[in-house]
């Protein structure tokens, strides 16, 4: 772990951003909410490393659809601090006030990924995670993740979107690979930006307008730290999109 996600290592020249005092991220309670998916989300990993400070007690939770890609879930249940995203779990862990995170774009937005392409989609049509936050009282802190949707190329991807349509399956996940084809990432610079901690009262009931109060929040906070970093970050000329 310490050789591939070291800050000197093939996640290099990391870069972490917070609109708050580090205390703020390290309470218990709250929920990484990160994005975009990207193509495939290696990169957290070195996130994890790099900036444990924050991230050393976070449990992560990852789709389904891990399962299938060769080794990385083998490293996935080696590592530890992870587990599926499915809701009985996430309630058990939200259960100890244990601090997670999860990718609400979940497979849509990873399908509507395109690298290097101008606009970065962010899907926002789940609101699922919303109302768990509510119904468990977990504050909500966007977590951006600039560098994802170039980390890999897709070759596969318009085989991916039928059968996704087809069977429920993305299957091409194994064939990501760097720009001129080859299995490894773009070694993009890691560059990830947290919003501030939104804080929500619990409610086991939330109404559908609380849920949708919530959500637009967080995503206008989404849409702040993205216009606020985008030009330090080198993504200027990138624009992000939100996309259902």
Known sequence: ERLMFHKNGIFHDSILEREEALENYQRDGAMFAMMPHGTLPTSVWAVWHQFDRIF???CLFFGSQVSIVPCYRYFCGMRGGCLPVERKKLIKVMTTRQNISLVPGGVAEMLSCVPH??????????????RLAIQQGYDLVPTFFFHANDSYDNPMSEFQLWSYKMTGIPF???WYTNQWCLPFSNRKPIRVALGKRISVKRNQNPSVEEVDQIHRIFYEEVYRIWEKYKDDFGYGNRELTYVI
């Open 172 to 174: 091409g996940l194994p």
């Open 56 to 58: 050393a007690d976070v």
């Open 117 to 130: 392409q101008k606009n970065i989609n962010v899907s926002i049509k789940h609101k699922g995670f919303i």
